[in-house]
């Protein structure tokens, strides 16, 4: 039998802070009439609604892994994976992870049909570029960090354009592959991983 003191210790010196968002089905979605989320439904995401469950504390690690893919066989590739105790976030299907404590840089396309930057929590527009200009923030666009929805003040670009920008990742809390817990000492509870991933679970 395992003594999980280490790993509650472990979690709360090495581990970073995230944002657990619970997933609950919509009610767009009822399993006696529909049995998937209703397309153009303004409440939900792939069938989903998301609250928070407040600031939880994991283990954040990358860990090395092997894809098959369909032209070059086996290929390697890094996963994100974080560790938890289970009474500190039980993590159910579909749930997402903010990484609050985490900076990332991207440069995004946007379409001029949505003017919409989607990446996780938008902190900050650096550069809206396209093939032969830089916009300035203000004089000729601006944008609702909140929604990520860009208001062109002037012309701006013709289709495509650039965004420069810097958000808190949001990914998803994927399976915990099959591993067993390990039996631990009655009443203590052992450390779950699971891997997180920028795109949703497969149904
Ligand atoms: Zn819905």
Redesign the pocket.
């Known amino acids: 039998m395992l003594n999980t003191a280490p790993f509650r210790l472990l979690i709360r010196q090495a581990g970073r802070n995230f944002e657990w968002l619970k997933a609950t089905p ?4 009822d399993p006696r009439e529909n049995y998937d ?2 397309p153009g ?1 303004p ?2 995401e792939h ?1 989903y ?1 998301y609250r928070s469950q407040g600031i939880k504390r994991g283990l954040i690690a990358p860990r090395k892994t092997h894809i098959l893919h369909p032209d070059l066989g086996w290929v390697p590739v890094v996963e994100t994976t974080l560790t938890t105790l289970p009474d500190e976030a039980a993590f159910g299907r579909f749930d997402k992870v903010v990484l609050v404590d985490q900076i990332a840089r991207e440069r995004v396309r946007v379409s001029r049909t949505t003017d919409r930057i989607t990446v996780g929590r938008l902190r900050k527009v650096v550069q809206l570029s396209d093939n032969d200009t830089i916009y300035s923030p203000r004089t000729d666009y601006q944008v609702d960090l909140a929604t990520g929805q860009v208001t062109w003040l002037t012309t701006g670009p013709e289709k495509v354009y650039a965004a420069d920008v810097e958000f808190v990742p949001i990914m998803w809390y994927i399976g915990q592959d099959g591993q067993l817990e390990v039996p631990a000492m009655p009443g203590h509870q052992t450390p779950i991983t699971g891997t997180l991933s920028q795109t949703p679970p497969s149904a």
Not at 26 to 29: D, G
């Open positions: 919509c009610s767009c979605y989320q209703q439904c409440s939900c069938g609604v």
